[in-house]
């Protein structure tokens, strides 16, 4: 896909039609024709058209569909690096990244990029489309939108902000931009405070939940488009990476129910699926509650460079569709074989090469042109969210959090089930918690927002030097077009 080079204070949007949208699948509109910002929201078609572009730059290869999570696991201890490329983010998982990244910079103009096109299409339905679609409709577009703005500004946090803990929300966060911008002339703005940035994704994120539907109609559009469930599901992971753990519990008990086996009972019927291998090939399952469809269409993959399997997994003649960029790290989660045991089925992704000396993710296996569709979050994460949020909120392990802990841990190995005995204390059973989301989300981008909710450091892994929470390169410097651009904005 296209590497915007787009800047916030110059990002124009693109703004398209749809005339035909024959697969659901897809993100990106079929037969696009450029039409003017003038005439975006006069036909009910032309505003689906360009809800789905909003969709279509989340998932850019250069965002949530591709080097989001790439960047979001090379900085854990799990991957090892087995190439130099910067291009393939060689400085980012060495802790290295300059002004100028590639990397960073990429990152950082795409998200403002997408976040641009969805204030657009915000600005446009307020203007004009409510009138055409009518008010329950044309809210419901917009809490898409703002869902998919929250997403993206939260994303950015976790890599160019410290984390809320340190300092309360107090530390420079982000330049928060909330109306569309179509030209330029419109560049200098301050950061705001990442306390201030996370109050503006809640808001986003509840005034969604208030006006979306509980259903989208059919399994793939439950699945690739937001709705009630989903932004509950995401406001767990926003509130533990805040460390407000009550909140964490509310939003959770939503959509869990107080005993195994735990589903949804409001909305879409969310529950895990019983082999967690069928979430990586039935894309539509309801254990998948928000992911990035991705097609043959062209556009509609991520594009040279930014997909997850060319990272992942190693050349063709040794087994993989990828060009092995980065290896599994057999000294991290791996060789805890108490918890991760030989007879867990998820060392099944773990494909060995090199006799043996080279281990290799192979969760995500789609070829060229690499259609696997990229998970945002998965009823497993949230699960396992609200396990967390419960024993941190009140010290305690309770019978709750072991059986959520074992719900998705027995799925995968049912030889081993989690007893009150198995824990000393709330600390213990934190540990072992964590031990399981790197064993359950392996690849699917979640390492760094682990490490950096709860000020820890990062390990030293392969070449990767140990980085604490005050080392440079802990968070990401600001990209240095930004800054040219940008006066009002502060460097890291």
Not at 411 to 429: E, L, Q, Y
Not at 469 to 490: F, K, Q, R, T
Request: overall charge neutral; aromatic content about 10%; glycine content about 6%.
């Amino acid at each position: 896909m296209k590497n915007n080079k787009i800047f916030i204070g110059l990002a124009i949007a693109v703004l398209s039609l749809v005339t035909s949208c024959r697969n659901e699948d897809s993100l990106s509109p079929e037969n696009e024709t450029a039409i003017t910002d003038a005439s975006a929201f006069t036909t009910s078609t032309r505003i689906d058209g360009v809800l789905l572009s909003v969709y279509s730059s989340f998932k850019s290869g250069n965002v949530h569909g591709g080097r989001y999570v790439v960047y979001g696991d090379i900085r854990g201890e799990d991957i090892l690096k087995e190439t130099d490329n910067l291009v393939t983010a060689a400085d980012i998982f060495s802790q290295i990244p300059t002004n100028s990244s590639n990397s960073i910079t990429s990152f950082w103009s795409s998200s403002y990029y997408a976040i641009n096109n969805a204030n657009l299409f915000i600005d446009g339905m307020n203007a004009q489309g409510i009138s055409v679609v009518g008010e329950t409709k044309g809210k419901a577009y917009i809490a898409e939108a703002k869902a998919l703005r929250a997403m993206l500004y939260y994303g950015l946090l976790q890599f160019f902000a410290k984390p809320y803990a340190d300092g309360n929300g107090s530390k420079p966060g982000l330049p928060l931009r909330l109306t569309g911008i179509k030209g330029s002339g419109s560049s200098e703005l301050a950061r705001s405070t990442v306390g201030e940035v996370y109050t503006q994704i809640l808001k986003d994120l509840n005034e969604a939940e208030a006006d979306l539907p509980l259903s989208n109609g059919t399994a793939t559009l439950n699945t690739t488009r937001v709705h009630k469930n989903t932004v509950i599901a995401f406001k767990t992971r926003v509130y533990l990476s805040m460390q407000k753990y009550t909140e964490a519990v509310n939003e959770a008990n939503k959509i869990v129910s107080s005993t195994a086996p735990f589903t949804a009972t409001t909305g879409v019927a969310h529950r895990l699926e019983a082999n967690l291998s069928t979430v990586f090939t039935n894309y539509t399952t309801n254990e998948s509650i928000f992911s990035l469809p991705m097609t043959n269409t062209a556009g509609d993959f991520p594009g040279t460079q930014n997909q997850i399997a060319y990272y992942w997994t190693p050349v063709t003649s040794l087994g993989g569709v990828g060009n092995g960029e980065y290896s599994v790290n057999p000294n991290g989660i791996l060789a805890n074989t108490t918890q991760f045991t030989a007879n867990d089925k998820r060392r099944a992704f773990v494909l060995a090469t090199n006799s043996g000396t080279k281990l290799w993710n192979m969760k995500f296996k789609t070829p060229n042109p690499y259609t696997d569709w990229v998970p945002v979050i998965r009823y497993a994460e949230v699960l396992l969210n609200l396990a967390e949020a419960k024993v941190r909120s009140t010290n305690t392990v309770d019978s709750q959090a072991i059986a959520l802990l074992n719900a998705v841990h027995s799925r995968s190995d049912a030889d081993k089930v989690f007893t009150a005995g198995d824990f000393a204390s709330s600390a213990s059973f934190l540990i072992a918690l964590d031990n399981e989301r790197r064993m359950e989300f392996m690849g699917e981008g979640h390492r760094t927002k682990d490490v950096t909710r709860l000020l820890a450091t990062f390990p030293a892994h392969g070449s990767a030097p140990s980085k604490s929470l005050n080392d440079v390169g802990y968070i990401w410097p600001i990209p240095s077009a930004e800054l040219s651009l940008n006066s009002l904005c502060v460097d890291n």
